[in-house]
């Protein structure tokens, strides 16, 4: 059990502290103050049997410009060290989120740390009381753990006279991440330490920047972990990549039309993505002449009729003009019911008022609506009386702002432009950038972590940008691993999918640590350019 009060003599005292400093989120914000302060707090849990004493540390470091070596930014940080253990043998692990413009609470409180929220997913999880309880399947047992705030999230921002808004871009913000993971290992002795990402959706695509320009920095790491992927923006919306996810959600709610109904959902998935990458792109190719065997099987496998399939141009995912997903709010339409795009398990009240809710305005999917208010009140509840943090300032949690003054353009390892197009639409392109560091580290182990009722980042799609992106060698290739949760985008909310992963995560932190001259071989990359 995790105590916060152990028995005194057991750990030093703990040093709350009350920030008093203003994070303003917008675009033109930013701060004076450099002060590198934090709430200590010491602490006691199990894992597996084993006991494991660690430190909380919360506060912010200060990242500096490269070029000038000036304060240029201050971020907000949640570590998660345990006691007494060396440099070179304790890994270090660095989590995000994405967004654009997400702060790291959904994964700090959803997924590996010493605490987590309790929910009813895919159920709504009723309002107050919450309950956070000790997470059993915490990877503090294999891995400090550290979950970054970047610019205009959580209480991070510029200092002057630079302003959020420089950091919010794909190379900036990759930059920008890279400057506090180096400040961390100096400020805490651990650059000889292993090192290990953890980026969800949107933090995918920053791990696959950030990792080659810690490279080029001379930061090799040892693994990488892309949650719910999303590597090329070209292929967001592919009916192909879509196809296998509404699959999984027809299976689910008992609405696929295949006869006999697959009593296992990966022979389903795999079946799926057979006929989605054959038949269902020669009828998607041939539309508007009707190839009636595909599209019966469509129907079939998707749980819509015919003609309003034909009616769809047979694009499983295609939204209204409001952005509304056609299939998630059509799928269980009888029944006034739309499916989240996050987690298609979860239902929410489709028709009144709720149906012509905006689609875009802030957490109203049904998969977020479920988990926000339990993570509101447990995160300030957590971070206030637990970790003993305090602060004036407005948490940031998703700043909306961000994303809509995110410069999508990006410089990739070749030297070209990967981010927009010569009319300014989004391009962004980051499997080449993992493809470069895989090759140039060929040590680095990468598992990619995918949901099959995830519709917001299809788990086939990952599949068809990992296969096609430009790693030739089969050595390098063989580094890479891919697994796949009865879940959603936010793997760890599902009880059994959480364990699971965590049980992938050891044997990858496994097989990147064991190998001996492996880690002489990164450790030695390292040592050329420091």
């Not at 590996?112 to 997470?135: G, H, L, V």
């Amino acid at each position: 059990m995790t105590s916060s009060s152990p028995a005194a003599g057991r750990h030093p005292a703990d040093q709350p502290f009350f920030d008093p400093v203003a994070y303003g989120n917008g675009p033109d914000d930013s701060v004076s103050d450099t002060t590198e302060a934090a709430a200590i707090t010491h602490h006691t849990m199990k894992i597996g049997g084993k006991t494991i004493v660690y430190t909380a540390t919360v506060g912010h470091l200060v990242t500096v410009d490269p070029s000038s070596s000036l304060p240029d930014a201050k971020l907000f940080y949640v570590a998660f060290t345990q006691d007494g253990q060396s440099e070179e043998s304790r890994p270090v692990t660095f989590f995000y989120n994405g967004g654009p413009g997400s702060s790291s609470v959904f994964v700090l409180l959803g997924s590996f740390a010493p605490k987590r929220i309790k929910t009813s997913m895919p159920d709504f999880t009723p309002p107050a009381p919450y309950a956070i309880e000790d997470n059993p399947d915490s990877l503090l047992d294999h891995s400090d753990l550290v979950f970054i705030n970047p610019v205009g999230t959580g209480y991070s921002a510029a200092i002057a006279p630079r302003k959020n808004r420089d950091f919010w871009g794909v190379d900036q913000d990759a930059d920008s991440i890279k400057q506090f993971i180096k400040r961390f290992l100096t400020k805490n002795n651990r650059w000889n330490s292993p090192k290990f990402l953890y980026g969800e959706s949107y933090g995918t695509a920053r791990s696959c920047v950030l990792a080659y320009r810690l490279h080029e920095d001379g930061v090799d790491l040892n693994g990488v972990t892309l949650q719910s992927s999303i590597l090329d923006y070209t292929q967001s919306g592919n009916p192909v990549g879509a196809l296998p996810t509404a699959a999984a959600d027809a299976w689910y709610h008992k609405k696929l039309g295949e006869k006999p109904v697959p009593s296992d959902l990966a022979t389903l998935a795999e079946t799926v993505a057979e006929f989605a990458r054959t038949d269902y792109l020669a009828a998607l190719r041939k539309f508007p002449h009707e190839d009636d065997a595909a599209v019966t099987k469509l129907a079939a496998y998707t749980g819509i009729d015919k003609t309003t399939l034909l009616a769809w141009s047979l694009d499983v995912a295609s939204y209204d003009s409001r952005g509304n997903s056609l299939f998630l709010t059509t799928l269980l339409k009888s029944r006034g019911l739309s499916l989240g795009s996050y987690d298609g398990r979860v239902t929410a009240i489709g028709t009144g008022i709720a149906g012509q809710i905006d689609p875009n305005s802030g957490g109203n999917d049904p998969t977020m609506t479920a988990v926000t208010g339990v993570y509101t009140s447990m995160w300030n509840t957590y971070l206030n009386e637990q970790l003993k943090f305090t602060s004036n300032s407005a948490f940031t949690d998703l700043n909306d702002q961000a994303f809509l003054n995110w410069d999508f353009g990006h410089i990739d390892p070749t030297g070209a432009q990967k981010g927009k197009d010569d009319k300014g639409n989004i391009i962004l392109y980051t499997a080449g950038d993992l493809a470069a560091v895989m090759a140039l580290n060929v040590d680095l182990k990468v598992l990619s972590a995918n949901g099959y009722y995830d519709f917001v980042t299809p788990f086939y799609q990952t599949v068809l940008d990992l296969q096609q992106m430009p790693l030739i060698d089969k050595d390098a290739r063989a580094n890479l691993s891919a697994r796949f949760y009865p879940s959603g985008h936010m793997v760890y909310l599902d009880a059994g999918s959480r364990t699971r992963l965590k049980a992938d995560l050891a044997k990858m932190y496994d097989a990147a640590t064991a190998n001996q001259p492996a880690m002489s071989r990164i450790r030695a990359l390292q040592q050329r350019k420091v």
